[in-house]
Structures are given as structure tokens and as C-alpha cells.
């Protein structure tokens, strides 16, 4: 029996018989030849694309801990609500507390500058300058909020150089050295 007529005969019908097997394969073949890199490459994105949209999905049905948890453990985000309310109570808290400080501040200012002004009127229609009076106010004011904190003292700083210090001298200056040209005519010609 010949190989080629048991295909023909078990085979799906008389259509593919041995010629048809051989144009068959000699058409694969041909397309494989001129376009099979091409087909490579278009499986190999194929299949990227694939394992991509099927991370993602896992990912997304995964990713979701928010609503898996909502839908399992009600408590727990209400607890997690709750303390995320108290924290942003807290701080709203601390910066009212903060304003009011500001403001107060603000107000003890503004009544030291009206309390000087009224003091530098009262110099004016006094006769005296207005001027040292507003100074020594500064000076209390600030002697005032200097005692809150603790005054720093300069130590005395040496001079760098001795008094008698004269660079065109050229004494002291180690060996620089200026001296002046001489005078009269140049020797050149």
C-alpha cells in the first residue's frame, strides 16, 4: 500500500490527496520563507500583549484591597475613618491655636506702635523732639523683648594688623614689597 493513497483514502475527503498535500506544504512553505521573521515578531508582541492584559486584570481584581476589605471588615474602615477625622481635628486645632497667638501678638503690637505715637504727640506739644523720645521707646521695646531671651556678648575681637600697619611702607608686609619707579627720562633709543 502506498502512503499516499491510505491519506487519500482515510483521509478527509479526495481533495487532499498527495498533490494537494504537496501545494499545501509548498504554500506554507513560501509564506514562511518570505514573511517568517515578520510572523515571529507578531507572535512574540502577541503573546507580550497577552501576559500584559492578564496581569493588569489580576492586578485590578487583586489591587483592590479597599473595596475586598469594605465588603469583608466594615469596622475596620470605620476605626480607619475615624482616626483619619481626630488627626485632621487635631491639626485644625493646633492652627487656630497658632492663629490666635498671631493675632495677639499682632494686637500688643499694634497698641505699642499707637502707644508711641501718642507719646511722640505728647513730646511734640511739649516743645521737646520727638524724635529721641521715639528712639528710647525702641530701645524699651526692645530691652523688653530682648529679656526674654538670653543676650549674647561679643567677645573683643584683636585687630588683624598692628595700628602702625602701612602697606606702602613695605615694612611688616613679609616679601612684597612696593617702591616706585625712578623718575626722569626712560635709557631707551
Partial sequence: MDLGDAGAAAGPGPALGRGGLEALQHTVGSVLSSYGWYLLLAAVAVYLLVQKVSRGLAARRSGRPGAAEAA??????????????????????????????????????????????????????????????LKLNQQEVESGASASTVPKSKPNKKPLRGGGYNPLSGEGGGTCSWRPGRRGPSAGG
Fill in 72 to 133: 469583608e471588615e466594615p469596622d475596620v474602615v470605620v476605626r480607619r475613618q475615624e482616626a483619619l477625622a481626630a488627626a485632621r481635628l487635631r491639626m485644625q486645632e493646633e492652627l487656630n491655636a497658632q492663629a490666635e497667638k498671631y493675632k495677639e501678638k499682632q494686637r500688643q503690637l499694634e497698641e505699642e506702635r499707637r502707644r508711641q505715637k501718642i507719646a511722640m504727640w505728647e513730646s511734640m506739644q511739649e516743645g521737646k523732639s520727638y524724635k529721641g523720645n
